[in-house]
T-cell receptor
Framework: GNSVTQMEGPVTLSEEAFLTINCTYT??????LFWYVQYPGEGLQLLLK?????DKGSNKGFEATYRKETTSFHLEKGSVQVSDSAVYFC???????????FGQGTTLQVKP | GAVVSQHPSWVICKSGTSVKIECRSL??????MFWYRQFPKQSLMLMAT?????????EQGVEKDKFLINHASLTLSTLTVTSAHPEDSSFYIC???????????????FGPGTRLTVT
């Protein structure tokens, strides 16, 4: 079945450091891929998405490229800020059902 | 745009009582709404999918008689936790999608969540 695996956290970085959060998936068909962010005490917000292979999603300095050959959708940011501290979820959208399958989440803590 | 609200944001109830949580899409019509449960420091677990005007589809292991879902209109879905017990304490999150179930490329817009504590 479909599944998403994220790197385990927490990830602790200093401000302005480079961020990579790994995400790999297994899926049948042609899923869409998403990154959601959850700030403390809040619901999930869509950060970026990609709907087909080689698409790059980007938003607020974050980027992720849909790599079908490596079944990956790694999240990157060149220079993190304290305000980026949150939990990041990689998700796969089933092409058949519209359901989202989430990874386990990765907590990012950025220190000044 | 694409705002989803939940009410209440938190609720405390006594064991054995029922609690209703509302999920509303404020600026779009949601053909499909999803209900998730999130345990502390864990991922979201899909509980059920509801389409307006039809019965909800529950995920395996979710008791449909305990978690009653009603999708009465294109902007409102409710989750009722019946005869709540302490183990039902959790963070419940809804999401809404403007597309019909079956399109994996439709985004889901999430509500802020409801913290339920059963004493």
């Amino acid at each position: 079945g479909n599944s998403v695996t994220q790197m385990e956290g927490p990830v602790t970085l200093s401000e302005e450091a480079f961020l990579t959060i790994n995400c790999t998936y297994t899926a049948t068909g042609y899923p869409s891929l998403f990154w959601y962010v959850q700030y403390p005490g809040e619901g999930l917000q869509l950060l970026l998405k990609a709907t087909k292979a080689d698409d790059k999603g980007s938003n607020k300095g974050f980027e992720a490229t849909y790599r079908k050959e490596t079944t990956s959708f790694h999240l990157e940011k060149g220079s993190v800020q304290v305000s980026d501290s949150a939990v990041y979820f990689c998700a796969l959208g089933s092409s058949n059902t519209g359901k989202l399958i989430f990874g386990q989440g990765t907590t990012l803590q950025v220190k000044p | 745009g694409a705002v989803v609200s939940q009410h209440p944001s938190w609720v405390i109830c006594k064991s054995g009582t029922s609690v209703k949580i509302e999920c509303r899409s404020l600026d779009f019509q949601a053909t499909t709404m999803f209900w998730y449960r999130q345990f502390p420091k864990q991922s979201l677990m899909l509980m059920a999918t509801s389409n307006e005007g039809s019965k909800a589809t529950y995920e395996q292991g979710v008791e449909k008689d305990k978690f009653l879902i009603n999708h009465a209109s294109l902007t409102l879905s409710t989750l009722t936790v019946t005869s709540a017990h302490p183990e039902d304490s959790s963070f419940y999150i809804c999401s809404a999608s403007p597309g019909h179930e079956g399109s994996g490329r439709n985004e889901q817009y999430f509500g802020p969540g409801t913290r339920l504590t059963v004493t």
